[in-house]
């Protein structure tokens, strides 16, 4: 009995880290983009870490889960880029502001 309720002990143990391991090397990514008026840039497609998001009335977005390390951000409008840039994602929330 002690061994099994060790050996499930340990598989939590190691599960746990694991899913924090994961979750450490992500961030949320917050941001606006503006046109170049400095008015929000609205329905304008942010992809980011393989991920994407629709700014909102306000030109906001928020992308989770974005791996650490150089990513591609994108900006589309329609079929189109009209931006794009590496940014180095390296905290678990960032913030970015982007004018076009």
Do not use: C, H, W
């Not at 889960?65 to 590496?86: A, S």
């Amino acid at each position: 009995m002690n061994k099994v309720k060790l050996t499930s002990i340990l598989i939590a143990v190691i599960v746990l880290v694991t899913a924090y391991d994961l979750y450490a090397n992500t961030s949320t990514v917050l941001g606006r983009i503006t046109d170049a008026n400095r008015k929000p840039a609205v329905g304008v497609i942010v992809i980011l870490g393989g991920k994407y998001q629709y700014t909102d009335s306000n030109g906001r977005f928020r992308i989770r889960n974005v791996p650490f390390g150089l990513q591609r951000l994108e900006i589309q409008k329609g079929d189109e880029i009209i931006k794009e840039e590496d940014i180095e994602i390296n905290d678990s929330i960032m913030r970015i502001n982007i004018q076009l």
